[in-house]
Nanobody, 120 residues
Framework: QVNLVESGGGLVQAGGSLRLSCAAS????????MGWFRQTPGKDREFVAA??????YYSDSVKGRFTLSRDNAKNTIYLQMNNLKPEDTAVYYC???????????????WGLGTQVYVSA
């Protein structure tokens, strides 16, 4: 069972940048689809980005501002977030799926999340 641990969240002003990391332990990222999701209180978990089979997918709300990368040798994925907006404020989660998916219900393994707060 792979364990995922996110880091890199924090407080940033609008227009700033953050880089989130998600380190996997207890197993290899292998060919899993790796994704980033976010959630704010009272709302469903929202797809942000995913990487699978050399392809990367982004939600429309982050396309052009966020970049997902993965380093399988380090068992780590990253989310570079640029030009952050207050509406990006959320808890960010990384997750793994055996399928090529962007639906959070199809991801089997989740980290505990890291808080990102973007001030206006």
């Amino acid at each position: 069972q792979v364990n995922l641990v996110e880091s890199g969240g924090g407080l940033v002003q609008a227009g700033g940048s953050l880089r989130l990391s998600c380190a996997a332990s207890g197993g290899s990222l292998g060919t899993n689809t790796m994704g980033w999701f976010r959630q704010t209180p009272g709302k469903d978990r929202e797809f942000v980005a995913a990487s699978s089979g050399g392809n990367t997918y982004y939600s429309d709300s982050v396309k052009g501002r966020f970049t997902l990368s993965r380093d399988n040798a380090k068992n780590t994925i990253y989310l570079q977030m640029n030009n952050l907006k207050p509406e990006d404020t959320a808890v960010y989660y990384c997750a793994a799926s055996r399928e090529v998916e962007t639906n959070p219900d199809k991801f089997e393994t989740w980290g505990l999340g890291t808080q990102v707060y973007v001030s206006a």
